[in-house]
């Protein structure tokens, strides 16, 4: 079974004053983190999904894998979700993607290591937060096309999950799913 990962790293961060995909965190992008979180954590192909100022993320980031340009990011995540499933749905060795996002960097690879550990085709998993379900998320390749048939606006997955018996995986004790909303969240 191969899992790949997909950074949704699209959005223009208005309230943050900038694309978040081009914020330094800790000597390198936030971008680049996500993606090296992914790689880490033993995915076996990498998908990111840009779109505010791509051609200006892809050269402060040169290193990135492979990147798809989502030309309806301003719509919101939902777009970007279904850019990349549409992308990864080509490759028929995938059975499972995990998603995460550009602007959670305290999702470790040991929690993806833990969410993609129940990786299947028909798997639906959330990472858990004392009970609360958050990042990083698992999708089993039966719920692609389900999963970009009701991610809209910002909502991305957030419906579908709902609507689906989902296994959450405690990994608050291995990682914190805060997300960089402003400037001063990076302090915090």
Do not use: F
Request: proline share 5%.
């Amino acid at each position: 079974m191969i899992t790949a990962g997909l950074v949704l790293a699209a959005g223009a961060g208005r309230r943050y004053g900038m694309p978040k995909a081009l914020v330094p965190y800790r000597n390198r992008l936030l971008v680049r983190s996500a993606a090296a979180t992914l790689s880490e954590a033993g995915c076996e192909r990498t998908l990111v999904v840009l779109g505010a100022r791509a051609d200006e993320v892809r050269q402060a980031a040169p290193d990135l894998p492979e990147t798809v340009l989502n030309p309806d990011w301003a719509t919101g995540m939902g777009s970007s979700l279904r850019t990349g499933l549409t992308t990864l749905s080509s490759d028929d060795s995938l059975t499972s993607v995990v998603v995460l996002l550009v602007d959670m960097p305290g999702v470790t690879a040991e929690a993806v290591r833990r969410i993609t550990a129940h990786a299947a085709p028909d798997a639906l998993v959330m990472g858990g937060y004392q009970g609360r379900r958050g990042h990083p998320v698992l999708l089993g390749r039966e719920h692609w096309a389900g999963v970009a048939a009701s991610a809209t606006g910002d909502r991305g997955a957030r419906d579908y999950l709902r609507a689906h018996e989902v296994l959450v995986v405690e990994v608050g004790d291995v990682a914190d799913d805060r997300d960089l909303d402003h400037p001063g969240d990076l302090d915090a």
